[in-house]
Nanobody
Framework: QVQLVESGGGLVQAGGSLRLSCAAS????????MGWFRQAPGKEREFVAA????????YYADSVKGRFTISRDNAKNTVYLQMNSLKPEDTAVYYC???????????????????WGQGTQVTVSS
């Protein structure tokens, strides 16, 4: 089992920045990749970004490319999501997720991830 705990959410004005953290514990040696998803009220959960644990390959949704950066600290078993130039449409609950084997189809589908955090709220005011 892998446990994930997110932190760093909050309220920020449009154009501002936030950095989310996701600390992993448990069988972290088995992790292949970690990702971030978000879900706004009344909308489906959507992919934001992902990173492979060993090679550090990164993947982004088109809506966040150039504004968000995913990174990892293997020694701390932590993944970060640096969010810059935030927009009101970025408002959502952000979830950290982890996968323990290589992709079936790719990083952008929620079903690919076995472990999930509890989520952290990000609110961007206009």
């Amino acid at each position: 089992q892998v446990q994930l705990v997110e932190s760093g959410g909050g309220l920020v004005q449009a154009g501002g920045s936030l950095r989310l953290s996701c600390a992993a514990s448990g069988r972290t040696f088995s992790m292949y990749a970690m990702g971030w998803f978000r879900q706004a009220p009344g909308k489906e959960r959507e992919f934001v970004a992902a990173i492979t644990w060993s090679g550090g390959n990164t993947y982004y949704a088109d809506s966040v490319k150039g504004r968000f950066t995913i990174s990892r600290d293997n020694a701390k078993n932590t993944v970060y999501l640096q969010m810059n130039s935030l927009k009101p449409e970025d408002t959502a609950v952000y979830y950290c997720a982890a996968r323990d084997r290589s992709w079936d189809e790719g990083p952008g589908r929620a079903y690919e991830y076995r472990y999930w955090g509890q989520g952290t709220q990000v609110t961007v005011s206009s």
